[in-house]
């Protein structure tokens, strides 16, 4: 959903998109609204007198920043997203009312989750405001940032997914795709009777890298897919997806950052015993990873039946990771 700008040195990959009505914020420190809604949030709830003054500062907040730069963090289906400061980001609708009034603390139904950051910490009537995917402001999304996308040339669209985000996120150490993973994992099994959850997979910018670590963003939805988070989207989000309505195809350039990406990936799932795809759809991501993009010398469906095989016959971690790294570095040679 909400982030363009790109952690490089050439300032054409640079965050540059800008928000059709002109509202952007300066990501200070921590502002007085930001100060005061903390007291609220320790407390977890609010009196009037505090709904009242909430609404004020908020209101007040709005108008004193209004055309300001540099704040502008991206945009989704359903709004904007801006930075308020170092600690919270504000979402606000494309049509927005003129004055907004505080209208409750939502209960966070995923705040197990460590690598999740777009579920709404308080609601301003449509506008909500969000945790700060990056207190720094840096970060990098997955795939090509959609603002990129708009404004260049095939070629500087294939330098960039193959010289920098690729590279970028294929060294990137294994404990940030294990974090991810284990929240594959946590959001599963939240799921229950047909109402199970899933993460945006449509589009890429939803995931993005802050430091060494990855992250996620926009809302969760609801699908009646049992195990919807799975190694299939997983493989599919890193080697895959430029955008939400576009592929990556196969290139000799980053065959070699998409196999590193590729063991990673598994090895984050088979740590937390993700399921590894569960529709036909999924047999299709797999042949895609395997078979196209990474040109392994085995079939999508024979990884798929070896990683399976592992999962059922071998419940101790340890030695499932062990045979499954092994596994990987022979299939994985050139």
């Known amino acids: 959903m909400f982030i363009s700008s790109i952690n490089s040195n050439n300032n054409f990959y640079q965050n540059s998109a800008k928000p059709i009505n002109g509202l952007t914020f300066t990501g200070v420190r921590r502002c007085d609204f930001s100060k005061e809604l903390d007291v609220v949030l320790d407390k977890h709830r609010v009196s009037k007198k ?7 500062m908020f209101n007040e907040f709005l ?12 945009s989704g289906f359903q709004g904007r997203v801006y930075s308020i400061d170092n600690k919270y980001a504000l979402k606000l609708p494309y049509t927005a ?21 777009g579920e709404p910490v308080a609601k301003f ?17 997955v795939g090509i940032p959609s603002g990129m996308l708009m404004r260049s040339a095939d070629d500087e669209r294939k330098f960039y997914y193959e010289k920098i985000y690729l590279p970028k ?3 990137l150490p294994q404990r940030a795709f294990d974090a991810l993973a284990k929240d594959f994992d946590t959001l599963n099994k939240m799921g229950h009777r047909g109402n199970n959850y899933t993460f945006d997979f449509q589009n890429p ?5 802050v430091g060494s670590t990855l992250r996620i963003t926009d809302e969760i939805s609801t699908t009646s897919i049992k195990n919807p988070n799975s190694m299939a989207e997983m493989l599919s989000l890193f080697l895959s997806k430029m955008s939400k309505d576009s592929f990556y195809p196969y290139s000799k350039e980053a065959e070699a950052p998409r196999k590193e990406l590729f063991k990673k990936i598994i090895l984050a799932g088979m740590k937390h015993n993700l399921e590894i795809g569960t529709c036909s759809y999924d047999r299709i991501l797999w042949q895609d990873a395997v078979e196209d993009l990474c040109k392994l010398k085995v079939s999508g469906d024979g990884v798929i039946s070896t990683l399976k ?11 499932r990771l062990k045979l499954t790294e092994d596994y990987l570095n022979t299939i994985c040679k050139d």
Do not use: W
């Open 50 to 56: 505090e709904s009242v003054k909430l609404t004020s």
């Open 63 to 74: 108008a004193k920043h209004l055309n300001m730069v540099d704040g502008f963090l991206g």
């Open 97 to 117: 009312v003129c004055h907004f009034v505080f209208e409750k603390i939502p209960k966070r139904k995923f705040a197990g989750l460590k690598t999740y950051y």
């Open 125 to 141: 009537c449509d506008a909500s405001v969000l945790k700060n995917v990056s207190s720094s402001g840096h970060h990098i999304q």
């Open 169 to 171: 996120f294929a060294t």
């Open 205 to 209: 910018n939803n995931f993005v890298l």
């Open 309 to 319: 095989a592992m999962q059922k016959l071998i419940p101790d971690r340890k030695i």
